[in-house]
Nanobody
Framework: QVQLVESGGGLVQAGGSLRLSCAASGRTFSSYAMGWFRQAPGKEREFVAA????????YYADSVKGRFIISRNKARNTLFLQMNAMKPEDTAVYYC?????????WGQGTQVTVSS
């Protein structure tokens, strides 16, 4: 089973950019559809973006469409989330997740804070 570790979170000013990474252990990374979710204080965890196993299909929440880009590097077993034109409402803990059949795995999360 894949294990996921996120990195790249931090503090950024509104309008700035950050790139999150999610390193996957295990040989079956390419078998997993991958995605990013986020959870702001006092709110439910919400979908941000997803990418198919091949990387050929991507999906985004309306709130990040046109600003965020999800990608994966199979050779490096890594998932990325490039976040541009960031807004204070993007402040949350960001989680990487992978799904294979009925199995889902989650990372521990990385904090992203956008100051106004």
């Amino acid at each position: 089973q894949v294990q996921l570790v996120e990195s790249g979170g931090g503090l950024v000013q509104a309008g700035g950019s950050l790139r999150l990474s999610c390193a996957a252990s295990g040989r079956t990374f390419s078998s997993y559809a991958m995605g990013w979710f986020r959870q702001a204080p006092g709110k439910e965890r919400e979908f941000v973006a997803a990418i198919s196993r091949s990387g050929g299909n991507t999906y985004y929440a309306d709130s990040v469409k046109g600003r965020f880009i999800i990608s994966r590097n199979k050779a490096r077993n890594t998932l990325f989330l490039q976040m541009n034109a960031m807004k204070p409402e993007d402040t949350a803990v960001y989680y990487c997740t992978g799904t294979y059949g009925s199995t889902s795995v989650w990372g521990q999360g990385t904090q992203v804070t956008v100051s106004s």
